[in-house]
């Protein structure tokens, strides 16, 4: 009697397994994934200049009063080439003491105290590049860099990600149509690609302006402009079916 109860126990476990696993066969049939991918471009009206001011000197007082001087210059430029208060901003002052090394790496003997300070500088007159670069080289010995910015940066990445979405919700569409079923909603949709859907040396990102190993955009600026920056979303979106 009991051997007859144990073997329809394991038959009813059997039974629940399979219908679970045809369920979740089921859950899996009536949904689609997709990735909608778009790219837009923009023209930078904006220059970011970096500026680093490093002093050295035995002397602590002597490398501070050396970095103020070379702040003075720089601040000075502010009327000059008019920059504007908010389109300049200073960093902190730094202070280290800079040791000798051994052969092993292992710290010896001091050897001066170093003194560096940042500044970032926001040029909103792109003309005015050569002028910019000119009078910060001349000013004091300075290591400057600069890069390309926008200011409508922040709009470009909202307006590109509902072209992202879009193209994302055209593709379910298309690919539901051909095989008969229709999206009815929409269950879960990120810009984070889910775990392991892709090989792990293509190169990801919601937005970002230069990569390897890209995939073709689903919808991309129509015209090229030389040294615009390029901003490209994927989002990844699952419908569910019917």
């Known amino acids: 009697m009991n051997r007859w109860v144990g073997i329809s126990i394991k038959l009813v476990c059997v039974l629940l397994l399979n219908t679970t696993l045809v369920s979740a ?21 904006v220059v970011v200049w970096s500026i680093r001011a490093e002093d050295v000197d ?20 502010q ?9 300049i901003q200073t960093g ?18 001091f050897k001066h105290f170093m003194v560096t300070r940042s500044v970032t500088i926001k040029q ?19 290591d400057v860099r600069f890069e390309f910015a926008s ?12 072209q992202a979405i879009a193209a994302a919700k055209a593709k379910a569409e298309a690919m ?38 890209q995939r073709q955009a689903d919808v991309a600026a129509e015209t090229f402009a030389p040294g615009a920056i390029e901003v490209r979303i994927r989002v990844y979106v699952v419908f569910e079916l019917e």
């Open 151 to 162: 200011s409508c940066l922040h709009e470009l990445h909202a307006e590109t990600r509902l």
């Open 176 to 213: 539901s149509s051909a095989l008969g079923a229709k999206c009815v909603r929409v269950l879960t949709i990120s810009e984070t690609p889910p775990p392991g859907a892709y090989p792990r040396n293509e190169a990801y990102g919601s937005a970002f302006v230069d990569g390897t190993q």
């Open 58 to 77: 035995q002397d602590l007082m002597t490398a501070k009063a050396r970095s103020d001087d070379k702040m003075k210059k720089i601040l000075a430029l």
């Open 92 to 109: 902190h002052l730094n202070v280290q003491k800079v040791y000798a090394k051994d052969r092993y790496g292992n710290r010896t003997v």
């Open 124 to 142: 909103r007159k792109l003309h005015q590049f050569d002028d910019f670069l000119t009078q910060l080289l001349s000013a004091a010995e300075l």
């Open 25 to 45: 066969s089921d859950e899996l049939a009536r949904t689609v994934s997709v990735t909608g991918t778009a790219v837009m471009k923009t023209i930078p009206d």
């Open 79 to 87: 009327k000059t080439l008019g920059i504007k208060a908010q389109d």
